[in-house]
């Protein structure tokens, strides 16, 4: 059930072109989680919010250029080191495209936040759903292990993660003792 929300102004692209933007921010973000982008619940269940800012400012000067902010939110699990990188920068190509400009030139003007909600936060349909019933709905039933197998990997990252904190804290308190 993956959500973007994305912030760009009204006049930053034509119709079309936003039309096409949209439609391939959905199936990057389908993919970036594990999915086909062709699956038609995947399709159903991943929705973008246009949020239209009335005014975009760097330095304190109104920017002269279109400005993007693209959160891509997934439940706790869904992403890795690797697949949050190709998701920003597969992002950042799909609104040079809609520019019809080069990566270089749009680059610096867009910027992606990939956000995870962590398990037993994510709410739809009145209910609590957690990744490993996500990935039971978008891949089938008998897929629900890989759900779980994902949640659990990445509670392995945020523990290691921690661990490698608390050993450093632990060494600098030592040498400053």
Known sequence: MPMI???????ALTPEAEARLVKELTDILIKAEGYDAANPIAQSVTVLHLHRPAAIFVAGERSKAARYRIIPSAPEGQYT????????????????????RPFEEVAPRVWVFPTEIPDGTWGSRGAIWTLPDI?????????RSVGEDRLARRRREKARITLVAAVDAASVATSMS
């Open 5 to 11: 929300d994305a912030l760009w102004p009204d006049d």
């Open 81 to 100: 080191a690797e697949s949050r990188s190709a998701l920003v920068k597969a992002v950042t190509e799909a609104v040079a495209r809609a520019e019809n």
């Open 135 to 143: 990935h039971a709905i978008l891949a089938g039933e008998s897929e």
